[in-house]
C-alpha cells in the first residue's frame, strides 16, 4: 500500500484513530472548525451521514428537534451561545477535595520490544514523573521532578523517588485517572515489594478529566476534552505551542534518543531540559485548570 502513488480512496473516519492511531492522520483529516458537527462528542456515523446529506455541516445549523444525547445537546447549546457552561455540581464535586494536593503526571515510552526482565512487548516504561504541591488553598507551589537519565531499568528509581514525594495523605490529582493508574498497576507487577503502596496511591487519585468532563464545556473544546484543547479554552495565557517536546509520544521519543547515548552531551542535555519543562507543564496546567473552575464556582 506505502508503495503505490496514491493513497487508497477512502474517507477519513472513525477507522483512523480505532483500534490504532493511524500515522497519516493529518495528511487526510484536515482540522475541522470547532463547530463542526464531526466535534460532537460519540455522535454516531449515521446521524453524521443524516446532517450531511442535509447540507448540515456546523453544529449551529442544527435543527432543535434533532435527536442529541445530554451531552451533545450541551455542546449544542454551547456553540449556539458561545459561553461556556459550569454545572451547578461542580462546586460540590471540588469540595470533596482534601489538601494537601498532589499535581502528578507520567510519561512513558512502550516500545515493540521489551527493554528489561518481565516485560511485555508495548508495555509502558514508566521514565518520568512531575508533581506540584499545593499544601494548602492560596499557598505556594512546591514543585517535584524525577527524569530517568541512562539505559538501567528506572522502573526502582521511579517509584521509590515517587512515594517520596508523596507523603501519605491528601488527593493526587491527575487528568485521565484510568493513564496513571494502570501505570501503577504495571509497576507493581514488576515491582511486586511495593504492592501496597502502590495501592495506597492509588486509593488517592482524583480524576480532574472526569470532572471537567462531566461538569464543564467550553466552545473551544471542539467535542474534545484533552488537555491540549481544554487547558487553552479555559487558561487562554498558558499554551504548549513553541515548546520542543508538547506531547506524550514526542518525550518517548526523546527519552529513548538520551539513553540510546545517540546523540552527543550537548544535545542530551537539550532534550532533558525540554522533557523536564513539558512534564512541569502539565501538572502545572492542570494547577491552573483547578484554579479556573474554583473560581467559577464563585463568580
Not at 447549546?77 to 507520567?106: H, I, Q
Request: charged fraction near 25%; proline fraction near 7%.
Amino acid at each position: 500500500m506505502l508503495a503505490q502513488g496514491a493513497p487508497p480512496d477512502i474517507p477519513p473516519g472513525r477507522q483512523c484513530t480505532d483500534p490504532y492511531a493511524c500515522e497519516f492522520y493529518k495528511v487526510c483529516n484536515q482540522p475541522l472548525p470547532p463547530d463542526h458537527i464531526a466535534n460532537l462528542p460519540r455522535i454516531s456515523e449515521a446521524k453524521l451521514a443524516t446532517l450531511k446529506d442535509s447540507g448540515i455541516e456546523l453544529i449551529g445549523d442544527i435543527p432543535t428537534d434533532f435527536q442529541l444525547t445530554d451531552r451533545q445537546r450541551r455542546v449544542f447549546d454551547c456553540v449556539k451561545t458561545g459561553r461556556a457552561w459550569f454545572a451547578k455540581e461542580l462546586n460540590s464535586a471540588l469540595a470533596k477535595l482534601e489538601y494537601p494536593l498532589y499535581f502528578m503526571d507520567f510519561e512513558t515510552l512502550s516500545p515493540a520490544l521489551p527493554r528489561f526482565a518481565g516485560m511485555r512487548p508495548y508495555d509502558h516504561i514508566t521514565f518520568q514523573w512531575s508533581v506540584h504541591l499545593q499544601r494548602k488553598p492560596g499557598v505556594d507551589l512546591e514543585y517535584f521532578e524525577f527524569l530517568a537519565e541512562n539505559g538501567d531499568d528506572p522502573r526502582p528509581a521511579f517509584f521509590e523517588s515517587l512515594t517520596e514525594a508523596l507523603g501519605k495523605r491528601g488527593h493526587i490529582v491527575v487528568y485521565n485517572k484510568s493513564f496513571e493508574s494502570q501505570r501503577l498497576t504495571d509497576l507493581a507487577g514488576g515491582l511486586p515489594k511495593y504492592q501496597e503502596a502502590m495501592s495506597a496511591i492509588q486509593s488517592r487519585l482524583w480524576d480532574l478529566l472526569e470532572v471537567i468532563r462531566n461538569h464543564v464545556y467550553h466552545p473551544l473544546f471542539a467535542g474534545s476534552y484533552s488537555l491540549k484543547k481544554v487547558l487553552p479554552a479555559l487558561v487562554p495565557e498558558m499554551s504548549y505551542e513553541g515548546m520542543e517536546v508538547s506531547e506524550g509520544s514526542e518525550a518517548g521519543l526523546a527519552w529513548d534518543t538520551i539513553v540510546r547515548d545517540e546523540v552527543d552531551e550537548g544535545e542530551k542535555k537539550r532534550l532533558r531540559e525540554a522533557l523536564l519543562a513539558y512534564c512541569k507543564q502539565d501538572t502545572l496546567a492542570m494547577v491552573r485548570l483547578l484554579e479556573r473552575l474554583q473560581s467559577s464556582c464563585r463568580s
